[in-house]
Each structure stands twice: as C-alpha cells, then as structure tokens.
Nanobody
Framework: QVQLVESGGGLVQPGGSLRLSCAAS????????MAWYRQIPGKQRELVAR???????MYPDSVKGRATISRDNAKKTVYLQLDKLKPEDTAVYYC?????????WGQGTQVTVSS
C-alpha cells in the first residue's frame, strides 16, 4: 500500500520560512519523480516544485527563487523549503509521486501565511 505522509505545515508570518517533509512508503522511492502541489479552496491544484529521479528540479515562476525541493532517497523523503513567504502562499500543500501512469497523493498539510 502506497502512503505519502506530509508534515511541517503551520502558521508563519509573511517573510518567514517553512520546511515541509513528505515520507513515502510502499514504493521504490528512488525511481519516482516527486513533486509538491498546492491548492486553495475553489481553485485548481497547482504545481509548486518537481524533482525528477535524476535529481533535476523545476519550479513555476510563482515560487522560483523562493522554493527549494530536495530528496533523500535513503530516507524515502522529499522536502520543500519555502522562503520569503507571502500571504498568497497560503494553501494546502500536497506531496505527489509519479512514474509512468502511476500517480499517488498525500493527504495534504495546511500552510497559512499571516501576521
């Protein structure tokens, strides 16, 4: 059974930082592409960062320079470092694993940026 468990969300002030973690089980983690998405109620889920099994990364313009995704294959964990947080970063953040046609999602972790 595949499980992706996110942690690290919470309340942070504008300009602050947060580090999210996603622990995977039930998959051969090292061969999967991993990603973080986020969703605001009433809006589509959007990509925040992706790290391929090769280790290369990609970011949309909305977070480029403020987000860093990394992975530890030995720990089967992917991380998302978010810096210079803005109120518009407030969302539920989801971990995703993808390989071919197989897509798995975590349950999400809430990030709220507010003073």
């Amino acid at each position: 059974q595949v499980q992706l468990v996110e942690s690290g969300g919470g309340l942070v002030q504008p300009g602050g930082s947060l580090r999210l973690s996603c622990a995977a089980s039930g998959i051969i983690f090292s061969v999967y592409n991993m990603a973080w998405y986020r969703q605001i109620p009433g809006k589509q889920r959007e990509l925040v960062a992706r790290i391929f099994r090769s280790g290369s990364t990609m970011y949309p313009d909305s977070v480029k320079g403020r987000a860093t995704i990394s992975r530890d294959n030995a720990k089967k964990t992917v991380y998302l470092q978010l810096d210079k947080l803005k109120p518009e970063d407030t969302a539920v953040y989801y971990c995703n694993s993808e390989l071919g046609g197989n897509n798995y999602w975590g349950q999400g972790t809430q990030v709220t940026v507010s003073s």
